[in-house]
Each structure stands twice: as structure tokens, then as C-alpha cells.
């Protein structure tokens, strides 16, 4: 055999062992993490890992306060993939806002899983993990739940670790706190306090209970992220959440919530759009939105939308002249409007309270009598067929919020027809609720909350844009990334 063959072989052969260390190392990536570049970060995992070691029994409860792009998703899943690496016989929960996000979770997760050590991990970048399951070889078991399920469903297990990302509600606070009563566990709670003094922030934040420690982690100071991802973060963050999602720290809003609308930028003339519809129906689209009441008038509006710039105009609005109009005579106002763009109509969004049975209607107690006379079955009956919204009051505002935002380089993606006196009125009135003090000390909810008046025609323009985001989402997967120093999973 000559000397290049035998070259050549030795070549092959270390190329061969690249390629396999190189599969290893996708495979069990937190054997592989720098712990040393990210030092807050690095001091909250040692911190959890140590109290789950029993080398510091004076916290039980970890809360990172964490802006966005700062790590803190991460710091949760580092720390659950690093329990499986190094720890035995541990029963974990991680939990989080909806099943959507938890599998956001789940896949940062899989990113750093040791998968040498798992015995049942089957994941999928569609479902996540099957039956909602990993199971080390170890004898570790992580079970994932969300906020959306009822407590009552969170009952019945005693658990070394629970990871609650994003904020939750007090009673799935207390009830997790219960789950980790038997074993002395540990929780760590890591979310964006977007909701201002809620009861969960009042117990956590700057807390005098020494079982609670607090965090701070924010873009600012993670390694990871180029000065231009940052610089380009913080231009796109609105000013109400500065305090929030820059500096992670809870805050209250206060003034106009829209304080970017600007009638010169997002109203325009009205134009003839059955044309564009007839003309190109692939691009354009014709949606609805019933704002509903049983006293206060029932607000409609009809939405335009460009899909291949993603832009929503907003076209026509309808408000009941005169309160506790009945649901027919409505409906037929909104026939009468739609007029020839009837048959164009991709959908009628309407609040959840249309689901609310009407007790004035309601005669008798049969099984099949409680949804019989609901606001929506009345819609239904007078010919208009609606769906039910997506109800989540602060990603509406976000995601209308991001549909206003311009600059000279970038367009709105939100338009109101000029004469569309409503909706312009709503727009400028449009604010937070004030409150009587800011005194943290307290202990009072002082929740971000939007003062309930004349927000009609923007409960319908939220939920509107709401819909556009999840479709969106389910079609595509184009949202631009940050620029990365370092190729790690998730920053």
C-alpha cells in the first residue's frame, strides 16, 4: 500500500470521526455549553442546581425578571437539560402560557437534552414531545403543562423541580407550590412582566421572604447578541414597554395605548375595494369582526386584507344607533352593508361572550336549552355565521401596535379608511386605566389594564390582527432573526 493511499485512508478516517463527534455534540449540546460567557445567566443555574443538590437550602424560589432577547427561556431549558445530565430520580414539570408557546419551550429544550441518557424523548418539530413526555434512562421524568389548563388538572403529584415561563395565574402559582411541598422542591419562574403589579408580582418582586430570590437578566448584557441585534431590539421595543421588555423589570403604563397612530400616516382615501377583490381574490381578502352587547350598542367592522404585503385596512364600521338593538335587526344592518361583497366574506370573527346564554331567552333547564339562545346563536339564526376570536388582551395591543409602527424605511401594516369617524374617534381615546397610587409597598394589584370605554371598534381591530398573526404563523415562518455572535440554539 503506497504512502497516499495510506494518506488518504487516515483522511477519510478522521473526517469519519468529525462527522460523528460533530452528531454527538448536536445530540447532548449541554455537555458542550460555556457556562463562563453568560455570568448572570451562569449564576442563576448554579443557583437552582445547588438548592437541587440541597447546597443551599435558603431559596426554593428562583424568578428571573428577563426583557426580551435576554436568555431567560434559556436559562430554563439549560437548566432542565442539565438536570437530566447530571441528577437521578427527579420528577419535573415545565409549564407555560398555552400549547403553542410550550413548544417553543419544548424545543429549546430538545436543542441541549443529553439524548445519550433518554429512554422516551420522541420529538417532533410540529407536536414537540409525544404525550407531552421525556424520560431519562436516569429515571428522570419532565411532564409539560400550560396555563390554559384549569388547576384542578395540576393536582395530584409531588415534584423536585417546576419551570413556569411566563407569567401564570396566582392559583397555578400556589397550586405548583403545593406540588413541591413533599419533595422541599424548587421552582423557577422566568417571564417578561408585561401585566404591571398583578398579585403574582406583588409576591415575587423585590420580596422580603428569604425562600425568594430574585434576577435580572436583559438583552443589554447577553453576549450572544451583536451591538447591531441590540441597538436594532431596542429601536423596535415600544416606549410603554421599555421598562418591561428592555429593562425587565415590572412597570405601569400610563397615557394613550396607541400612541403611535397618527391620522396623517395610517388614514387613507377610500378606495374601490370590490375591484381588487374581483380582480385578484389570491391577494385579497375580505374578513369581519361583531363586537356584541347585551346593553351597549353591537359594534361591526369589515377588514380588507393584502396578503401579499400583509396589510389590514379597515373599511367599514357599523354601530348600533340605539342600545339593546335586537341581534336581527343588527344583522340586518350588516347585510345591507356588505351589499355586494356578501359572497366575498372569508369569516366573521365575534367576541367569546357571544357564547354566554342570554337569561331573559332562556325557558326551561333541558340539556339542550344552554347554548340554545346564546348572542352568537342568535347571529347564526339571523343568517350572519361567525367564529369565535382568539382573546388575549396584550398580544391584540402587541400585535396592533407592531401593525402602526412606521418609520422612514418601513410602512404600517394597519390602515383606517378616512371616513371612518369611529374607529378614528376610538383610536385618540384609546388608554390605560390610572390609578389612585403607585406605591408598590402596598401590595395592591395594579394591573395593566386598558380603561374599558368606548374600546369597542378596538376589542374587533385586535382580535382582527390577532387572527392575521396565527395564520401568519401557521403559513409561513419568516420572521427576521437577530444576528448572532455565537451559533447557539436559541440566542
Known amino acids: 500500500m503506497d504512502l497516499v493511499t495510506t494518506s488518504n485512508q487516515k483522511v477519510f478516517a478522521l473526517l469519519n470521526e468529525l462527522e460523528q463527534f460533530?452528531?454527538?455534540?448536536?445530540?447532548?449540546?449541554?455537555?458542550?455549553?460555556?457556562?463562563?460567557?453568560?455570568?448572570?445567566?451562569?449564576?442563576?443555574?448554579?443557583?437552582?442546581?445547588?438548592?437541587?443538590?440541597?447546597?443551599?437550602?435558603?431559596?426554593?424560589?428562583?424568578?428571573?425578571?428577563?426583557?426580551?432577547?435576554?436568555?431567560?427561556?434559556?436559562?430554563?431549558?439549560?437548566?432542565?437539560?442539565?438536570?437530566?445530565?447530571?441528577?437521578?430520580?427527579?420528577?419535573?414539570?415545565?409549564?407555560?402560557?398555552?400549547?403553542?408557546?410550550?413548544?417553543?419551550?419544548?424545543?429549546?429544550?430538545?436543542?441541549?437534552?443529553?439524548?445519550?441518557?433518554?429512554?422516551?424523548?420522541?420529538?417532533?418539530?410540529?407536536?414537540?414531545?409525544?404525550?407531552?413526555?421525556?424520560?431519562?434512562?436516569?429515571?428522570?421524568?419532565?411532564?409539560?403543562?400550560?396555563?390554559?389548563?384549569?388547576?384542578?388538572?395540576?393536582?395530584?403529584?409531588?415534584?423536585?423541580?417546576?419551570?413556569?415561563?411566563?407569567?401564570?395565574?396566582?392559583?397555578?402559582?400556589?397550586?405548583?407550590?403545593?406540588?413541591?411541598?413533599?419533595?422541599?422542591?424548587?421552582?423557577?419562574?422566568?417571564?417578561?412582566?408585561?401585566?404591571?403589579?398583578?398579585?403574582?408580582?406583588?409576591?415575587?418582586?423585590?420580596?422580603?421572604?428569604?425562600?425568594?430570590?430574585?434576577?435580572?437578566?436583559?438583552?443589554?448584557k447577553n453576549p450572544y447578541l451583536t451591538d447591531l441585534a441590540k441597538k436594532q431590539l431596542r429601536a423596535s421595543i415600544d416606549e410603554d414597554d421599555l421598562k418591561s421588555r428592555w429593562e425587565g423589570m415590572p412597570a405601569l403604563k400610563e397615557g394613550l395605548i396607541y400612541k403611535q397612530f397618527k391620522q396623517d400616516v395610517?388614514?387613507?382615501?377610500?378606495?374601490?375595494?370590490?375591484?381588487?377583490?374581483?380582480?385578484?381574490?389570491?391577494?385579497?381578502?375580505?374578513?369581519?369582526?361583531?363586537?356584541?352587547?347585551?346593553?351597549?350598542?353591537?359594534?361591526?367592522l369589515m377588514f380588507l386584507y393584502d396578503t401579499q404585503n400583509d396589510i389590514i385596512y379597515v373599511v367599514e364600521e357599523l354601530k348600533a344607533p340605539e342600545e339593546s338593538l335586537s341581534i336581527s335587526d343588527f344583522s340586518l344592518l350588516i347585510k345591507h352593508n356588505r351589499g355586494k361583497t356578501a359572497k366575498y366574506i372569508e369569516y366573521t370573527q365575534i367576541d367569546t361572550s357571544s357564547n354566554t346564554p342570554i337569561p331573559t331567552q332562556k325557558v326551561h333547564n333541558e340539556e339542550d336549552q344552554e347554548d340554545q339562545y346564546t348572542i352568537r346563536r342568535e347571529f347564526l339564526k339571523a343568517g350572519i355565521d361567525t367564529v369565535l376570536v382568539s382573546k388575549d388582551n396584550q398580544v391584540g395591543i402587541s400585535s396592533v401596535k407592531d401593525r402602526l409602527f412606521y418609520s422612514e424605511k418601513i410602512t404600517p401594516k394597519l390602515f383606517v379608511f378616512n371616513d371612518l369617524k369611529g374607529v378614528i374617534w376610538e383610536f385618540q381615546r384609546y388608554s390605560w386605566a390610572k390609578y389612585q397610587s403607585t406605591t408598590i409597598e402596598e401590595r395592591k394589584e395594579m394591573i395593566n389594564d386598558v380603561n374599558k370605554k368606548d374600546d369597542h371598534f378596538m376589542d374587533i381591530i385586535k382580535y382582527e390582527a390577532i387572527k392575521r398573526k396565527l395564520d401568519l404563523k401557521l403559513m409561513e415562518n419568516h420572521q427576521e432573526k437577530p444576528i448572532y455572535k455565537v451559533p447557539m440554539a436559541g440566542y
Not at 384549569?150 to 402559582?173: K, M
Open 266 to 300: 395610517h388614514c387613507t382615501e377610500r378606495f374601490n375595494y370590490l375591484d381588487l377583490i374581483i380582480n385578484n381574490p389570491k391577494r385579497y381578502k375580505l374578513s369581519e369582526g361583531i363586537d356584541p352587547h347585551l346593553r351597549t350598542p353591537h359594534h361591526y
Open 22 to 220: 460533530k452528531i454527538y455534540k448536536d445530540k447532548n449540546k449541554i455537555e458542550f455549553v460555556d457556562f463562563s460567557i453568560y455570568k448572570d445567566q451562569t449564576e442563576i443555574i448554579n443557583d437552582v442546581i445547588d438548592r437541587l443538590n440541597k447546597k443551599n437550602h435558603t431559596h426554593n424560589i428562583f424568578v428571573v425578571f428577563g426583557g426580551n432577547r435576554s436568555g431567560k427561556t434559556e436559562t430554563g431549558a439549560l437548566i432542565t437539560s442539565k438536570i437530566f445530565h447530571t441528577m437521578t430520580n427527579r420528577r419535573m414539570w415545565a409549564a407555560t402560557y398555552s400549547n403553542l408557546i410550550v413548544k417553543t419551550i419544548q424545543r429549546k429544550i430538545n436543542d441541549y437534552l443529553p439524548h445519550k441518557l433518554m429512554k422516551y424523548a420522541d420529538y417532533n418539530p410540529v407536536r414537540g414531545f409525544k404525550n407531552e413526555l421525556i424520560i431519562g434512562k436516569n429515571n428522570n421524568f419532565l411532564y409539560f403543562k400550560t396555563f390554559e389548563q384549569d388547576v384542578s388538572t395540576w393536582q395530584g403529584d409531588d415534584l423536585d423541580f417546576i419551570w413556569l415561563d411566563e407569567e401564570c395565574s396566582y392559583e397555578h402559582f400556589k397550586e405548583a407550590m403545593i406540588r413541591l411541598a413533599d419533595r422541599n422542591g424548587v421552582m423557577l419562574m422566568t417571564f417578561t412582566s408585561l401585566m404591571g403589579f398583578t398579585k403574582l408580582v406583588n409576591k415575587v418582586w423585590q420580596s422580603e421572604d428569604e425562600t425568594i430570590k430574585n434576577y435580572i437578566l436583559t438583552a443589554e
